[in-house]
């Protein structure tokens, strides 16, 4: 599957390249100007971990309706254990995502997703997610305003860490 049918799927838009298109909500992405998109570190709907790249692609996460990010995570990366308030869904473009449910992080806990892979994040439920030797991009929709909120469990393995 390819990533301009993920961005159509999840989505749930078609596209245009004028003012008045686009200011009727509709948006046409290649791979090519996604890839050229300026990521921010961090923002609304993301872990914060150092090294995530989050591009928006659709919607405003901060504010009240339908939202898609893309999320660039860097080899090696793990997601303590966190919630959303919002419900989202998400698909792999590239990359095995590591993924798991559940208030404490734990490699065994999480289910190897690869490029066309799709799972759910409902909201409140806890869900964590790591990396292996390869970056990987996901596309995550929902329905904003979002947030995360990390589980005590998480705060207290990343103070367990500290010196």
């Known amino acids: 599957m390819s990533r301009v049918l993920l961005l159509a799927f999840l989505a749930g838009t078609t596209a245009a390249t004028s003012a008045h298109a686009a200011q009727r909500g509709e948006i046409r992405l290649t791979q090519a100007e996604i890839a050229a998109q300026h990521p ?7 872990s914060g971990v150092a090294g995530i790249q989050t591009v928006v692609l659709a ?10 990010i893309e999320l660039r995570v860097p080899a090696n990366t793990k997601i303590a254990a966190h919630t959303h308030r919002d419900d ?15 208030a404490v992080a734990t490699a065994a806990a999480t289910k190897a997703l690869g490029p066309g892979s799709f799972y759910s994040e409902p909201g ?20 904003g ?7 005590a469990a998480a705060h207290s393995q ?3 860490k500290q010196p």
């Open 124 to 143: 409140g439920d806890a869900h964590f997610a790591m990396t292996g030797a390869e970056p990987v991009t996901v596309i995550i929709s929902g329905y």
């Open 88 to 102: 989202r869904t998400a698909v792999v473009v590239s990359g095995t995502w590591h993924f798991g449910y559940g």
């Open 59 to 68: 919607g405003d996460p901060t504010a009240a309706g339908p939202y898609t």
């Open 158 to 160: 990343q103070t367990e």
């Open 145 to 151: 305003p979002t947030d995360t909120i990390f589980t």
């Open 40 to 46: 921010a570190s961090g923002g609304p709907g993301t």
